[in-house]
């Protein structure tokens, strides 16, 4: 714990704490649609961002920002007009995303270390600047997650039943791609583009195992989006391992621990209903 007394590591454990609490909170709605590989796409856009920021000598998160934000949105209209696939359109994010940042990158005077921070992810590299980014950005995403959270739902479950109950289909739909775009550029500096769709989308598939109803879903994934987040940090503080790496392992440990469990506790309560012996009832709380 004594590395915790440098500010370094204070700031990599607080950007991922926010990280661990906002990716799950954005990623939920993306496993409900069924796009929990979107994060992918969005974040090769980001790293073309990356790429013009390092280029231009400004904050590659803010330029990621804006790029990032702009590609989600750009697909979401492709998507909602049906002019092409939607694996055509995450493939096009996928390869014109990382090409346009590794050209961009390349142009620049950055070495194949800044490169890395932001593929893999460098969480003891946090500026101050980056963690108040970080903070702002991860507040408002996850206020707009919660406060949201019906209408949200709502697009997500149904977008015919959503429109006809008067919604504003559109622009939710783009809110969750704006949402999509920012949370994969804070979540860059933590896990990396390569790693990001993990800690949107791990938590959530977890906590599905053994929770009921949407928002005790969302309320257990964010809980273990902050354990994976903290553990990981503390993790690579220990071993000296890559922070973004130990916080992926530690939430695909946690989904595989809660997966066995869970799988054991139906097969025993299978077992007891054909011995007729009544079946023990499972200690969660349904939310509405």
Known sequence: MELFQY????RALIGALVIGLAAPALGIYLVQRRLALIGDGVGHVALTGVGAGLLLNRSPVLVAVVVATLGAVAIELVRARGRTSGDLALALLFYGGIAGGVMLVGLSDATSANLNAYLFGSLTTISPQDLVTIVVLGAV?????????????AVCHDEEYARVAGLPVRALNLLLAVGTAVTVTIAMRAVGVLLISALMVVPVATAQQVTRGFRATMT?????????????VWVAANADTAPGASVVLL??????VVAVVAAAWRALRRQRAESGAPAPEPHEVVLR
């Open 7 to 10: 500010p370094y590591m204070q």
């Open 141 to 153: 995403l996850l206020v707009t997650m919660l406060a949201l959270r019906p209408a949200l739902f």
């Open 220 to 232: 257990a994934a964010m809980a273990l989006g902050l354990f994976a987040a903290g553990a990981g």
């Open 251 to 256: 939430a695909i440990a946690s989904f595989l």
